[in-house]
């Protein structure tokens, strides 16, 4: 068991870099007589590689024929630079096999010199993204002692419109509402990266980026468009609830306050015309172990079949606790809240919530009976990309007290949101049934609220009644960071035209809130590739076929070739680079590194069994979540139209959700 853990482990690392490697074509495997793409500044193996802008277009020689406009967003070899007329040109290919498409004005692209990109957070909770001319310029405004101050200085000249003065340090600012990146589809490159220091120690980044969109032009951000009656629409918001409930054998009195619940939330929406639906799965264990369980999961009610408590509840007649034992006290929760995330219709639901009622823990991922492979980060992360947000109410019974702390720490993990203040996860001491009802009270009124102030076309309370429940301030919280989606959507917000500028990826004000996250852009096979290649490297470690040391070379490599050049990742070349002596060529002067490229050999060794194995069935998980981001077509992006291969569609995935 000791060997196979560290023999997979050193495997992950190796694949990790692997994927990093493969976005920088090496330059010692050109085929022979070949070209070669030119080099990055100060490196031997990494090759000059551009984005296109909209309308870019190949011309047969600099300042000659044009030919026709190329896809946006295009990543493409750099084998010449050449001045011509005082205009930038760049000689192109779409590989680095030495065959090219023609030349590019260099105004036409933008440096990507690794595939790492940002992407804005949901606005909700912090203040909005700055992006100033000049390094120093923001430098000086984060590290000055009333940083606060000057930046609402800064935010206000720019919302209050007009003539802005000369030399204004500010060239951009983010959207006032969520940008939704499936729909209006955008990237933020990293072209350069640096530190600063918060008075109080804290240390921030600041990123050079450059904006792209699939639009050549766009609203100009310093002179924001007046939409009047903005929060109107909210009026027509439309929420969706899902509860998915834990029906083993412990779970009847629950089931009823539930019931109870549910029906003063249809009565209360009703009376006050307000648009919203319950939905619920239920969820036991493994059939296959313990088939007098009936099922493993089962919707009982989609929320859009309910648009009235009476349907609901006839619906909800046959639900019940089993009266059969399953082979274990943790119950597959993970596989309702998948069923929730999968099976349920969310079509027409502006709002999505998800709230898990159980007395147990989950079934951990490598666990021979768990349905889905995933642990709790990787269907928070798939939830995600629903844009649904996810609540835990955890009955903390004297039958489960050796699984409390495991199964808190879990749920916990399962509800942290991005830029919430805490996780939306709440604990029932003693499994008390009175506290239960108290808190699904709580759920319906939160929820209440939520639809009667979008119904008055308002975004949030202006000053929320003191007594309010701790259940009934996330609802807010997180109805804010709905609101802002919605409206974004409705107005079709997109990201600020054409710049290249400075920016921190944390909140200037409240630097604990992420402003823009760390996204990695791939295409559809590359991410296919990724996913095989883990799996790979991974069954090959615990087969013994590789040494501890070949199998964390493997995995870290396949990390590295990701965030450089992920056309490469487990090709001849990028399985070891540490064997070859080219991980730092990797990972020097990357802003960002995923987890197994945050590891190296000696800290690995050191690691103990269960460590080791922790991370492994950690990747694993992510190996099954690739499957089903690969398989959801909401999620991929065809940058080159109707007739581009299926294949070539990209979608950036969250730094952590890679290896």
């Known amino acids: 068991m000791i060997a196979i853990a560290r023999r997979v482990a050193t495997t992950v690392a190796a694949a990790a870099a692997v994927f990093v490697l493969a976005t920088s074509a090496m330059a010692q495997q050109q085929p022979s007589g070949s070209r070669a793409p030119l080099l990055m500044e100060g490196k031997k193996t990494l090759f000059q590689r551009v984005l296109t802008r909209p309308d870019a277009r190949p011309y047969d020689k600099p300042g000659g024929a044009a030919g026709n406009v190329l896809s946006p967003m295009s990543a493409l070899y750099v084998y010449t630079r ?36 940002l992407a804005f957070t949901n606005p909700a909770g912090r203040e909005r993204a700055l992006f100033f001319r000049e390094r120093d310029k923001l430098q000086g405004v984060l590290e000055a002692n009333d940083r606060t101050a000057q930046a609402k200085k800064l935010r206000d000249a720019i919302v209050a419109g007009g003539n802005l003065p000369s030399g204004f340090p500010v060239i951009s600012i983010e959207p006032s509402t969520h940008i939704d990146i499936a729909k209006q589809f955008y990237l933020l490159p990293i072209l350069e990266a640096g ?81 919203a639906s319950y939905g619920l799965v239920a969820f036991r264990n493994s059939t296959t172990v313990t088939p007098g369980l009936d099922y493993l999961t089962k919707v009982f009610v989609q929320p859009k079949d309910a648009p009235d408590g009476k349907t609901f509840f006839d619906k909800l007649k046959e639900l019940k606790a089993t009266t059969v034992s399953s082979h274990a006290f943790t119950e597959d929760s993970v596989a309702g809240i998948k069923a929730a995330v999968d099976e349920i219709d969310w079509s027409g639901f502006d709002g999505r919530i998800v709230i898990l009622i159980t007395d147990a823990g989950p079934l951990q991922s490598n666990d021979p ?28 019974t004297a039958a489960g007290k050796n699984d409390h702390a495991s199964a808190e720490g879990q749920y916990t993990a399962l509800t942290e949101g991005k830029n919430l203040p805490r996780a939306l996860y709440y604990p029932v001491e003693a499994g008390s049934v009175a506290d239960f009802g108290k808190n699904m009270e709580s759920i319906a009124e939160g929820a209440t609220q939520l639809m009667r102030m979008f119904a008055a076309g308002r975004m949030q309370e202006q000053q929320p009644p003191p007594a309010t429940s701790r259940v009934q301030r996330d609802f807010q919280l997180i109805g804010h960071a709905m609101a802002l989606a919605y409206l974004g959507s409705q107005n079709q917000t997109q990201a600020p035209k054409m710049f290249e500028a400075w920016a921190t990826d944390r909140d200037i004000d409240t630097p604990t809130s992420t402003a823009l996250e760390v996204r990695v852009l791939l295409t559809k ?34 990390a590295a070739a990701m965030s450089r050049d992920p056309s490469r990742i487990g090709r001849r070349g990028t399985e070891k680079l540490g064997e070859l002596g080219l991980m730092g060529e990797y990972l020097d002067d990357l802003p960002y590194r995923s987890k197994i490229m945050g590891i190296d050999q000696q800290t690995w060794t050191t690691w103990s069994i269960a460590e080791q194995q922790a991370l492994l069935n950690e990747l694993e998980a992510k190996a099954r979540l690739y499957e089903r981001f690969h398989n959801d077509a909401a999620l991929w992006v065809q940058l080159g139209g109707a007739g581009s291969n299926p294949g070539d569609a990209v979608y950036p995935i969250p730094l952590d959700a890679l290896p």
């Open 525 to 558: 096979n590359q991410l296919s590739d990724l996913q095989q290649t883990i799996k790979r490297i991974i069954d090959a470690g615990k087969r013994g076929q590789m040494t501890p040391a070949g199998f964390f070379d493997e995995l870290r490599s396949a």
């Open 195 to 275: 530190e600063a220091y918060l008075q109080n120690n804290i240390k921030v980044r600041m990123l050079k980026v450059a904006s792209v969109t699939l639009q050549k032009e766009g609203d100009d951000p310093l002179k924001p468009k007046v939409r009047q009656n903005l929060y109107d629409s909210l009026k027509n918001f439309k929420l969706g609830v899902v509860f998915v409930v834990d029906t083993t054998t412990s779970m009847q009195p629950y089931l009823d306050k539930a019931r109870e619940a549910a029906k003063r939330f249809y009565d209360q929406i009703e009376r006050a015309g307000l648009k």
């Open 82 to 117: 050449q001045t011509s007329g005082g205009t930038e040109w760049l000689e192109v290919g779409g590989g680095s096999d030495g065959k090219t498409i023609g030349w590019l004005k260099a105004e036409d692209t933008v440096a990507w010199r690794q595939t790492l990109t």
């Open 369 to 396: 009976t768990s349905s889905t492979g995933l642990d709790v980060n990787r269907i928070r992360e798939l939830a995600e990309t629903r844009q649904i947000h996810l609540m835990a109410v955890h009955l903390r």
